[in-house]
């Protein structure tokens, strides 16, 4: 799966959205059947879903360019996952994010669904890929077992608004984390260690844009290697804090070039660049910011 940086969601109920996200240049355009569809809604909405991700896999257009394609189901205890799969299931689609999940199990049943599906409809069989959103305290105990049940898993996304309400919590305050750290801080790590990549949890006033610039340099420096939003004015922010930045760049070719060069002048251990010490660590993390590692 490509870059993961920013996932939208977007209402599958609402047919102007589907249609406005052909535009939207988030990473992952997600088609949601949870909890922004009311109940008696489910069975259009799943429709509409089709129906969009049919336009996106037209190879007549050009509207899916390096976009990921995503639905989110309803959740594995509800009764509406067997249905959502049957329905979106099809050509064109990439992920699957399952909201709420609790443990391995979970994934392991719904993989096997997956590669039923992918079978009856000519997919090729591991192309569909499973996000589980952690958003219990279950979901945060177990998060390393879920992150590594399943080959089809490539990223955890971390749900901040149902973690609270399962821990009890009414409310949380943006400077005091002392209600939330441990389950947000734990998910990233939990997924590094299984292999895979981790989303972050929604900023969710769309006006306020310097708690979401805080929020984002928060997550990365929890781990993250992406936010989930919901609203297309909080990719740009998105992007940029999950990109490299020019001056990363230029640091990471300096690190490279210096400790080449001391590799080939026969000089060993740590070097000293601009003032400070670098060694292997510092090699391997500037090949990861330029992508060659």
């Known amino acids: 799966m490509g870059s993961s940086r920013s996932l939208i969601f977007i209402p599958g109920n609402n047919q102007r959205f589907l249609e406005k996200s052909k535009v939207v240049n988030s990473d992952i355009l997600c088609f949601d059947l949870e909890d922004s569809v009311p109940i008696n809604e489910k069975v259009v909405a799943r429709q509409y879903i089709e129906n969009i991700i049919g336009e996106f896999n037209d190879s007549s257009n050009d509207i899916k360019k390096e976009r990921i394609i995503a ?171 999950f990109s490299p930045s020019q001056q990363d760049i230029d640091w990471a070719n300096k690190v490279i070039q210096s400790l080449e060069n001391a590799q080939n002048n026969k000089s060993t251990g740590a070097i000293k660049l601009e003032g400070k010490m670098i060694d292997a660590v510092h090699y391997k993390q500037a090949k990861r910011i330029l992508g060659t590692e």
């Not at 189901?73 to 799969?85: G, K, Y």
């Not at 609270?164 to 943006?174: A, F, G, R, T, V």
Request: net charge negative; glycine share 6%; hydrophobic share 40%.
């Open 71 to 241: 639905v989110r189901t309803n959740a594995p205890s509800s009764d509406q996952i067997a249905e959502d799969l049957e329905k979106i299931v099809i050509q064109g689609i990439d992920a699957i994010v399952i909201p709420k999940v609790d443990d391995e199990v979970q994934i392991k049943k719904i993989s096997q669904i997956i590669t039923k599906n992918e079978s009856e409809r000519n997919i090729p069989r591991g192309h569909v890929k499973i996000l589980p959103s952690i958003e219990s305290s279950l979901g945060v105990i177990n998060a390393f077992n879920i992150a590594k049940s399943d080959s089809r898993i490539t990223a955890l996304v971390f749900g901040i608004f149902d973690f609270l309400h399962n821990m009890k919590i009414d409310n949380y305050d943006n400077d005091l984390l002392s209600s939330y750290i441990y389950g947000r801080a734990k998910v990233p790590v939990d997924a590094r260690a299984a292999g895979v990549d981790s989303i972050d949890s929604i900023w969710q006033d769309i006006n306020d844009v310097d708690g979401l610039i805080k929020d984002l340099k928060m997550g990365k420096n929890f781990g993250y290697t992406g936010k989930c939003i919901i609203h297309p004015s909080q990719i740009e922010k998105v992007h940029k804090t």
